[in-house]
């Protein structure tokens, strides 16, 4: 008898996870602690890479829903100074190998190829521990508890699953994003939509850049990133909407007025989002009945790789699940084994881009990487 998968957390690489298991007939449970599907955002703009992300959606059987939430032209890239000046103008031209789509338009097309009642709501984790024979029990806030002997931790960077398995914990990465949207943006915000252009921008600085994305219906969501102390943020009040825009913004003075507008006329309360990130070579010693995926295992600032890496983790286990039935602890082996220096590398590599993007050769030294020229010495 194929063994119960229990997995906690249905984000996309919980979900890939259970969409590969139930496309080969093994038992699984999510648990998730929103309320429900809809109960919050859920984020904005994904490349989908063709190495990693979709892969993990063929193995789920998906790629002709995924094909069908390809936003088209958004993989047009601009490169910006702080002063305005394009330094880079890449448009669109299907080449790229990694379409965009909406974060919360994939998930919901991984919860539709679901059963009904594979993903249980309302179930936040207050608790795990472990039991005999390889086997965990699970307490929820709720008050009721599941018992399982094979456990998959898919609950993000703050995992409830980790502590079983490592000591690690998520450290301040020294950056943080603030997040603002700004909708219909060609008609109610001409000049930022015409700095924006069609795909995405970066307006990097050393320490510091301006980020955002075309989303449907001519959404600019965008990410302002600076380098401080959780204090300096602690000492703003986020929910004075102006005063807080006030103060991000001062940070930029100076900077072209059509890009700090992605800041300055934001639709919405402006939101922090603080970076952790956990070691780049966070790995553990096996421990039987239970693995993690995604953030949990390997929580890393931005760097493009996050949520694609969360998929083939759980495409991958998956597969390896199925691929050997009767010897779960065999399946998770591997998967670890394949999957601990596929972070690593990613990480080290999200480190090195992190510091192209805003180190002191910036922005000269990202234009470089993305036009295939020599990096400024």
């Not at 009642?117 to 009721?144: I, M, P, Q, Y």
């Not at 380098?227 to 986020?238: Q, R, V």
Request: proline residues 7%; glycine residues 10%.
């Amino acid at each position: 008898m194929k063994t119960p998968v229990t997995i906690i957390g249905a984000g996309l690489g919980g979900l890939v996870l259970a969409r590969v298991l139930h496309v080969h007939d093994i038992p699984v449970t999510v648990y998730e602690a929103e309320p429900s599907p809809k109960a919050r955002s859920q984020g904005g703009m994904l490349d989908i890479h063709e190495d990693n992300g979709q892969p993990a959606l063929a193995a789920a059987g998906l790629t002709g829903e995924f094909r069908s939430l390809i936003l088209e032209g958004r993989q047009a890239t601009r490169v910006l100074s702080p002063d305005g000046t394009v330094l880079l103008d890449e448009p669109d031209d299907d080449s790229g190998g990694r379409p965009e789509v909406q974060r919360g338009e994939l998930r919901q097309t991984l919860l539709d190829s679901l059963p009904a009642g594979t993903v249980r709501w309302d179930h936040k984790v207050s608790g795990v521990r472990a039991l005999s024979e390889g086997r965990h029990e699970v307490t929820f806030a709720n008050g009721t508890t599941v018992t399982t002997s094979l456990l998959v931790g898919a609950d993000g960077a703050w995992s409830r699953v980790r502590p079983l398995l490592s000591d690690a914990v998520p450290e301040y990465s020294g950056m943080s994003y603030v997040e603002t949207y700004l909708f219909d943006s060609d008609t109610r915000h001409p000049a930022a939509a015409k700095a924006a252009g069609g795909g995405s921008l970066m307006a990097p600085a050393p320490g510091t850049g301006i980020m955002a994305h075309r989303e449907r219906g001519d959404t600019l969501h965008t990410y302002v990133a600076l380098t401080k102390p959780l204090d300096w943020f602690a000492g703003i009040d986020f929910t004075d909407t102006a005063a807080a825009i006030a103060r991000i913004a001062r940070e930029f003075d100076g900077w072209a007025p059509e890009v700090t507008a992605l800041i300055t006329e934001t639709d919405v309360a402006p939101i922090l989002r603080p970076l952790y990130t956990l070691p780049i070579e966070h790995r553990w010693e096996r421990a039987a009945g239970v693995t993690l995926v995604g953030d949990a295992a390997h929580l890393a600032p931005p760097n493009g790789e996050g949520a694609n890496l969360a998929m083939l983790d759980g495409a991958e286990l998956g597969q390896a699940l199925a691929a050997h039935p009767d010897d779960p602890e065999a399946a998770l082996a591997e998967y670890e084994r394949a999957m601990f220096p596929r972070s690593a590398a990613a990480a080290a590599d999200g480190a090195e881009l992190h510091e192209l993007m805003f180190g002191d050769g910036s922005p000269q030294s990202i234009t470089a990487l993305l036009t295939g020229g020599t990096l400024p010495q």
